[in-house]
């Protein structure tokens, strides 16, 4: 028996209270073993003659939406500024060994939506873009979690927006438009996935509110409803889980420049999905860093750097998994698009001055009026940005674990998930 090293999942918190409540929970946490026997690490690992297998068994797919390589880099810069010095501080994906390159555009658009890139990167067929699942002449596609799932292997989605959001449908449902929020949540109990958490329901109730409400729906599928870390440990053993915040809290997790006491962050939900997926055949988790993507749109420089560092953070969880099981942990880190054209640097000269942003403290999407006071902050830190929508630019592709040369160099969107099957064993 031997714990997953949870201790990256340690929250920080204003309130020495809370801090005790939170620390007794993660208390629990550390302690919630693992069962798998030497006869099976073994046979897993070493085939029998000390050789590891070339197969993924443990499997981690996380999407930093709208995580171009400007918003890898200024959150590396932003954490080197911080410490008073002119560098990148490396993020712990972007020290993985394996990197590549991967092109975004859509069936109809060379700049795609969520939808469409999040179809590519879980069937490996284009679409246009609003559309989610189904291919262009609105023909329904196949995610990979279906065969992944159908071979035995558990399956965790996940994602700090709604679950019903573009890139985390993308691995359960098929709709003609992403924005059909009802109609795609109501396909999760079909999947018979294993594990959903993270953000609520856009439309819980449907679009004018007279639907049955999805919770129920859930339920009535065989999922266990938990609200926040402390429910999730009490009910640890259910069969299928959907983890949410804290009821009375709906919809997206708070960005984390605005999170409070007891609100749920993307590494506790990946944290608990690894709990709960874990089994002698592995696992795959989808996990979505989604708010990069929203404070792409806003154009708000401060709340994207912290979302991104808040992105690593759930990576972290998956790599201190993998230092327990190096030779059967595949963790893959890329993007679905860039959103913003955000550049380090803007207008003439060679500054960057990310402490300017210091004085902010709440996202634009909390405190609408003050949009300008955060542009002025963007243009004193000369952080510029070229749109308030997504960018055609390719988007990098990190790896690390078994597998994890087949994502080295150039690639397409559609490329991803063919080769995490190959990487599973399951082409």
Same mark, same amino acid.
């Given at each position: 028996?031997?714990?997953?090293?949870?201790?990256?999942?340690?929250?920080?918190?204003?309130?020495?209270?809370?801090?005790?409540?939170?620390?007794?929970?993660?208390?629990?946490?550390?302690?919630?073993?693992?069962?798998?026997?030497?006869?099976?690490?073994?046979?897993?690992?070493?085939?029998?003659?000390?050789?590891?297998?070339?197969?993924?068994?443990?499997?981690?797919?996380?999407?930093?939406?709208?995580?171009?390589?400007?918003?890898?880099?200024?959150?590396?810069?932003?954490?080197?500024?911080?410490?008073?010095?002119?560098?990148?501080?490396?993020?712990?994906?972007?020290?993985?060994?394996?990197?590549?390159?991967?092109?975004?555009?859509?069936?109809?658009?060379?700049?795609?939506?969520?939808?469409?890139?999040?179809?590519?990167?879980?069937?490996?067929?284009?679409?246009?873009?609003?559309?989610?699942?189904?291919?262009?002449?609105?023909?329904?596609?196949?995610?990979?979690?279906?065969?992944?799932?159908?071979?035995?292997?558990?399956?965790?989605?996940?994602?700090?927006?709604?679950?019903?959001?573009?890139?985390?449908?993308?691995?359960?449902?098929?709709?003609?438009?992403?924005?059909?929020?009802?109609?795609?949540?109501?396909?999760?109990? =079909?999947? /018979? !996935?294993?594990?959903?958490?993270? %953000? @609520?329901?856009?439309?819980?109730? &449907?679009?004018?509110? #007279?639907? *049955?409400?999805?919770?129920?729906?859930?339920?009535?599928?065989?999922?266990?409803?938990?609200?926040?870390?402390?429910?999730?440990?009490?009910?640890?053993?259910?069969?299928?889980?959907?983890?949410?915040?804290?009821?009375?809290?709906?919809?997206?997790?708070?960005?984390?420049?605005?999170?409070?006491?007891?609100?749920?962050?993307?590494?506790?939900?990946?944290?608990?999905?690894?709990?709960?997926?874990?089994? =002698?055949? /592995? !696992?795959?988790?989808?996990?979505? %860093? @989604?708010?990069?993507?929203?404070? &792409?749109?806003?154009? #708000?420089? *401060?709340?994207?750097?912290?979302?991104?560092?808040?992105?690593?953070?759930?990576?972290?969880?998956?790599?201190?998994?993998?230092?327990?099981?190096?030779?059967?942990?595949?963790?893959?880190?890329?993007?679905?698009?860039?959103?913003?054209?955000?550049?380090?640097?803007?207008?003439?000269?060679?500054?960057?001055?990310?402490?300017?942003?210091?004085?902010?403290?709440?996202?634009?999407?909390?405190?609408?009026?003050?949009?300008?006071?955060?542009?002025?902050?963007?243009?004193?830190?000369?952080?510029?940005?070229?749109?308030?929508?997504?960018?055609?630019?390719?988007?990098?592709?990190?790896?690390?674990?078994?597998?994890?040369?087949?994502?080295?160099?150039?690639?397409?969107?559609?490329?991803?998930?063919?080769?995490?099957?190959?990487?599973?064993?399951?082409?």
């Amino acid at each position: 028996m031997h714990p997953f090293l949870f201790k990256e999942v340690v929250i920080t918190k204003k309130s020495t209270e809370m801090k005790k409540r939170f620390l007794t929970l993660i208390v629990i946490l550390l302690a919630i073993p693992y069962l798998i026997s030497a006869q099976e690490r073994t046979r897993v690992a070493g085939q029998g003659q000390g050789r590891s297998m070339e197969r993924a068994r443990f499997v981690f797919l996380f999407i930093g939406d709208g995580m171009g390589l400007s918003q890898i880099s200024m959150a590396e810069a932003y954490i080197s500024t911080q410490k008073g010095e002119i560098s990148n501080e490396a993020l712990s994906f972007t020290k993985f060994p394996i990197m590549g390159m991967s092109t975004t555009f859509s069936a109809n658009s060379y700049i795609t939506c969520s939808s469409a890139a999040g179809t590519a990167l879980s069937t490996g067929y284009k679409t246009n873009n609003g559309m989610l699942g189904v291919d262009p002449q609105n023909n329904k596609l196949t995610s990979i979690t279906y065969k992944i799932k159908e071979s035995g292997v558990p399956v965790g989605i996940v994602s700090n927006v709604t679950i019903d959001h573009a890139t985390p449908a993308a691995f359960y449902a098929n709709s003609s438009s992403r924005n059909s929020y009802y109609d795609i949540a109501v396909q999760i109990p =079909a999947s /018979g !996935f294993d594990f959903f958490g993270g %953000g @609520g329901f856009a439309q819980p109730t &449907g679009e004018n509110k #007279d639907q *049955k409400n999805i919770y129920e729906i859930l339920e009535e599928g065989g999922y266990t409803i938990v609200r926040g870390l402390r429910e999730y440990v009490s009910k640890k053993g259910a069969k299928k889980i959907a983890l949410f915040q804290e009821a009375g809290k709906e919809g997206a997790l708070p960005y984390a420049i605005d999170r409070e006491d007891k609100d749920l962050s993307l590494k506790h939900v990946v944290a608990a999905a690894v709990d709960h997926l874990y089994c =002698a055949k /592995g !696992f795959f988790l989808m996990a979505e %860093g @989604g708010k990069i993507d929203w404070s &792409g749109h806003d154009n #708000d420089a *401060k709340t994207n750097i912290l979302e991104t560092l808040d992105f690593a953070d759930a990576v972290n969880v998956a790599v201190s998994f993998a230092r327990k099981y190096p030779n059967e942990t595949l963790i893959i880190v890329t993007a679905d698009h860039e959103t913003g054209g955000m550049t380090l640097g803007r207008e003439r000269g060679y500054v960057l001055n990310l402490n300017e942003l210091a004085s902010q403290s709440k996202s634009i999407s909390i405190d609408k009026e003050s949009k300008d006071a955060v542009k002025e902050l963007n243009n004193k830190a000369n952080v510029g940005w070229t749109t308030s929508s997504h960018t055609g630019t390719a988007v990098p592709v990190y790896a690390t674990g078994p597998g994890s040369r087949l994502f080295s160099g150039r690639m397409d969107n559609t490329e991803i998930p063919i080769r995490i099957l190959k990487a599973m064993g399951l082409e």
